[in-house]
């Protein structure tokens, strides 16, 4: 049972209504201004390079994410929803209360980085690579995430919901008080010093036989 409660995204009293995702984003790269307040629909943000950038309060529905290196960027109180992000890396970032909702992020990549009171419901995340970072009160609800590959990762107050974790590869990821039970772990490839404490279901431990060796055989 979880016992932790997570933020939700705080919202302006109204979102303004914003033309060009692109435009908008350069001009507050190179004014050093946050894009705040801003709501997008079916807009796409691609090429962007630069020094720090930071969306606070914004509403991006159906828009598509491609290239962005920066040397930093944060969203904070920010909802995607339906959005395109695949094969998207973000290196040096920071979520704070964000919600995504419907996405499409197979390939999405996420670096050297924090995920704090972020959800992720009926996202594609087939391929997700997280790498380097800290996960705190952080919620995946009905997500395939097959193959996805955790390294270096601290996990605190996660919650994963009927999710697709087939073939996940975790290294030097402790998942020791992680529920899985409601969740698909066939094909996991772990470290057994990462693997104590994992919450499974009775199925579940055939599943995960293979890593510790034995053969599960029936009684006659």
Not at 99 to 128: K, P, S
Not at 147 to 154: A, K, L
Request: proline share 3%; charged share 25%; glycine share 8%.
């Amino acid at each position: 049972m979880k016992t932790w409660r997570m933020e939700k995204p705080a919202r302006p009293p109204e979102w303004r209504e914003g033309d060009s995702l692109q435009a908008a984003a350069e001009s507050c790269l190179r004014s050093g201004d946050d894009l705040r307040g801003a709501s997008f629909t079916e807009q796409t943000l691609d090429g962007l390079e630069g020094g720090v950038m930071e969306f606070a309060e914004c509403r991006f529905t159906r828009c598509t994410f491609m290239d962005v290196s920066l040397k930093r960027i944060e969203f904070v109180d920010c909802i995607f929803e339906q959005c395109e992000l695949s094969n998207l890396t973000l290196h040096n970032a920071a979520l704070r209360r964000v919600c995504f909702t419907g996405c499409r992020m197979t390939g999405f990549g996420f670096a050297d980085g924090a995920l704090i009171d972020v959800e992720f419901q009926q996202c594609m995340l087939d391929y997700l690579a997280v790498g380097d970072c800290k996960l705190d009160r952080v919620s995946f609800a009905h997500c395939p995430m097959r193959e996805s590959v955790w390294t270096n990762v601290r996990l605190n107050r996660i919650e994963f919901e009927d999710d697709q974790l087939q073939r996940s590869q975790w290294s030097h990821t402790p998942l020791k008080g992680v529920d899985v039970t409601s969740c698909q772990i066939e094909g996991f490839q772990i470290d057994l010093y990462d693997l104590r404490g994992l919450k499974v279901t009775p199925m579940q431990v055939l599943s995960l036989s293979g890593l510790l060796g034995v053969e599960v055989v029936e009684s006659v």
